[in-house]
């Protein structure tokens, strides 16, 4: 059970974790409130729907169409009736309820699949007993409600990124880093849009592929860009799926890859200024010659430093092409988006330190990139396409 002393610093982390106004969250949380009206009449009748029970105490009677208005929107809830005048508790507190349930929902985030620590918690905040079995149930229509979101339709993108993170998972009785792999686009009107997130046990070529493959079984299409870092996996997987596809290596990472073949400090300052200089170049043949001068000075005092920026930096070059207005370069140079995005991951997982299994870790991070994507969708255009 939870002390009443944490009770504060429980409803601060958990408001941090799934604050912000979103249509996603608030489909979830009718789900949660018509759910919860419905145990709670269970429990005023002392009987489910069509059960035959000597402790029985009354009728249901339908429901009543009600409208909430909460931070994440306006509700549309069936509110459940009885023969005696029922109503359910959690409607007469209004907001206070919504941020019980909100609590009671992002603890089931952070448990995963302990129940019997989710079942303790909406006790306390809702007021009413919930069983292991209500529990599942919930977090089963939550799951549905996500999984229907990574299975959205999708359509033509431009530009995609492509990224991935980890975290520490529970599998088969050890604690491993689970990839957690995202795809980011930008849709017809020049908004941003996260297209989907998987959980994989790696980076493995087969892991991005399959995922890959599920965003075109979804029906993306017309991709001209691809940018992503040079991880061997993402690397073979992209040729197979997106094969002739332009591919922009990311240049920040590029910059910190080079990094490993310096000689001393002095000398990563230097090299970080010429790679910045050579990006920064207004044309592709202006970006090639600054390369090429970097090679011919350090051919002979860094040899292997020479040879990797000779094979390595072109694959930043892409951005300079041609059919990639000058306007749209700077936002397509790298993954630094989505690396923005995975650090509010982080932070947002950090909470949970160790996941007891990969569902609890979608869970988890589905919920926060459904949040940030529909941020990006109802906020300003990210690039003027038209």
């Known amino acids: 059970m939870i002390r009443p002393q944490e009770d504060i610093s429980l409803t601060s982390r958990v408001l941090e974790l799934l604050s912000g106004d979103n249509g996603a969250i608030g489909r979830a949380l009718e789900l949660i409130f018509n759910q919860?009206?419905?145990?709670?009449?269970?429990?005023?009748?002392?009987?489910?729907?069509?059960?035959?029970?000597?402790?029985?105490?009354?009728?249901?009677?339908?429901?009543?169409?009600?409208?909430?208005?909460?931070?994440?929107?306006?509700?549309?809830?069936?509110?459940?009736?009885?023969?005696?005048?029922?109503?359910?508790?959690?409607?007469?507190?209004?907001?206070?309820?919504?941020?019980?349930?909100?609590?009671?929902?992002?603890?089931?985030?952070?448990?995963?699949?302990?129940?019997?620590?989710?079942?303790?918690?909406?006790?306390?905040?809702?007021?009413?007993?919930?069983?292991?079995?209500?529990?599942?149930?919930?977090?089963?229509?939550?799951?549905?409600?996500?999984?229907?979101?990574?299975?959205?339709?999708?359509?033509?993108?431009?530009?995609?990124?492509?990224?991935?993170?980890?975290?520490?998972?529970?599998?088969?009785?050890?604690?491993?880093?689970?990839?957690?792999?995202?795809?980011?686009?930008?849709?017809?009107?020049?908004?941003?849009?996260?297209?989907?997130?998987?959980?994989?046990?790696?980076?493995?070529?087969?892991?991005?592929?399959?995922?890959?493959?599920?965003?075109?079984?979804?029906?993306?299409?017309?991709?001209?860009?691809?940018?992503?870092?040079?991880?061997?996996?993402?690397?073979?997987?992209?040729?197979?799926?997106?094969?002739?596809?332009?591919?922009?290596?990311?240049?920040?990472?590029?910059?910190?890859?080079?990094?490993a073949y310096v000689n001393s400090l002095k000398q990563r300052a230097e090299v970080g200024e010429r790679i910045r200089d050579i990006f920064n170049a207004p044309t592709n043949s202006d970006a090639e010659r600054l390369l090429k001068a970097a090679v011919e000075h350090y051919a002979k005092g860094n040899p292997k430093l020479a040879e990797w920026l000779e094979e390595n930096i072109p694959e930043g070059f892409a951005v300079f092409s041609e059919k990639i207005p000058k306007n749209h370069r700077k936002r397509l140079r790298t993954t630094n988006p989505l690396e923005r995005l995975n650090r509010e991951i982080k932070r947002r997982t950090r909470t949970a330190c160790l996941f007891p299994n990969e569902a609890a870790c979608l869970r988890l991070v589905t919920a926060i990139v459904i949040e940030t994507s529909e941020e990006w969708l109802l906020g300003k255009t990210y690039l003027a396409l038209n």
């Open 36 to 259: 919860a009206m419905l145990l709670e009449r269970e429990r005023h009748l002392k009987a489910s729907a069509y059960e035959r029970s000597d402790e029985r105490t009354g009728y249901a009677n339908g429901f009543k169409p009600k409208s909430l208005k909460t931070r994440s929107g306006v509700l549309e809830l069936k509110v459940p009736q009885t023969r005696d005048g029922f109503y359910p508790a959690c409607l007469d507190k209004g907001l206070r309820s919504e941020r019980a349930l909100k609590a009671s929902l992002a603890e089931m985030y952070i448990q995963g699949v302990s129940t019997r620590k989710m079942a303790a918690i909406t006790e306390k905040l809702c007021g009413f007993e919930i069983s292991s079995n209500d529990v599942s149930r919930l977090s089963k229509e939550l799951d549905d409600e996500f999984e229907c979101w990574r299975n959205r339709p999708l359509g033509e993108y431009r530009y995609l990124w492509l990224d991935a993170r980890y975290e520490k998972v529970r599998h088969d009785g050890h604690v491993i880093d689970c990839a957690v792999l995202i795809a980011k686009g930008v849709n017809q009107a020049g908004k941003r849009e996260v297209l989907g997130v998987s959980v994989s046990l790696s980076e493995a070529e087969v892991h991005w592929r399959s995922f890959l493959q599920s965003l075109l079984k979804r029906g993306l299409h017309g991709v001209g860009l691809v940018i992503s870092d040079a991880h061997k996996g993402l690397r073979a997987a992209r040729r197979s799926i997106f094969s002739g596809v332009s591919w922009q290596r990311c240049q920040f990472h590029l910059q910190q890859n080079a990094q």
